[in-house]
Structure formats: structure tokens, C-alpha cells
Nanobody, 117 residues
Framework: QVQLVESGGGLVQPGGSLRLPCAIS????????VGWYRQAPGKQRELVAR???????NYADSAKGRFTISRDNAENTLYLQMNSLKPEDTAVYYC???????????WGQGTQVTVSS
């Protein structure tokens, strides 16, 4: 398994921006499919965005046009740039890494994002 450590969460006003990094250990980052999920209080964990090892991205409808997922294979880091934040984006954001060939499906500990005035 790989270790994932999220950071960058915090309190931001509506309309503001945050950038969440997720540092991923090991030397197999480039072959991992990685993504961001979130879980709001009382709700199921849901997909925010994913990016494959080949760079293909997909976004939840709620994230399209506002969030951008990217990866830096040289730095073993996944990013989520969040713009135009809304109160309904308030949640714990989790980083996920998958490599089926290696039976890897790992999660970080999460970082809290609160959007409030």
C-alpha cells in the first residue's frame, strides 16, 4: 500500500479558493489512478474528481467548471484547485489512490474544508 497525506484545508469565504495537495509515498505514483472524494456530515462519501495514470480526468457535475484536478508525477503529488467555493462544498476531502495490478486502494486521513462567511 501507499501512504497518502492531504493538506491545504481550512476556512474560506463563499466565492473564495483553496488548493489541496495530496502527497503520496512510494515510487509508483506515475502508475496510480488518483482522485479526490468528499464527505459532508450525514452524507455518503462522493467523488469530486479523478485523474488516471494517463492523465484522463473526470469530474462530478458539482465540480465541473470550478475545480481542477492535476498531478505532478515528479513530486508524487496530487492537487485539487477549488475556485468559486460554495457553502455546500463544506466537507472532509479525501485523497484516493488505486492500482489494480498491485491491489492498491488507499485513502488519506482527510482534510476539512469549510466554506462560510
Amino acid at each position: 500500500q501507499v501512504q497518502l497525506v492531504e493538506s491545504g484545508g481550512g476556512l474560506v469565504q463563499p466565492g473564495g479558493s483553496l488548493r489541496l495537495p495530496c502527497a503520496i509515498s512510494g515510487n509508483i505514483f506515475s502508475i496510480l489512478d488518483v482522485g479526490w472524494y468528499r464527505q459532508a456530515p450525514g452524507k455518503q462519501r462522493e467523488l469530486v474528481a479523478r485523474i488516471s495514470a494517463g492523465g484522463t480526468t473526470n469530474y462530478a457535475d458539482s465540480a465541473k467548471g470550478r475545480f481542477t484536478i492535476s498531478r505532478d508525477n515528479a513530486e508524487n503529488t496530487l492537487y485539487l484547485q477549488m475556485n468559486s467555493l460554495k457553502p455546500e462544498d463544506t466537507a472532509v476531502y479525501y485523497c484516493n489512490a488505486v492500482a489494480e495490478t498491485y491491489r492498491i486502494n488507499s485513502w488519506g486521513q482527510g482534510t476539512q474544508v469549510t466554506v462560510s462567511s
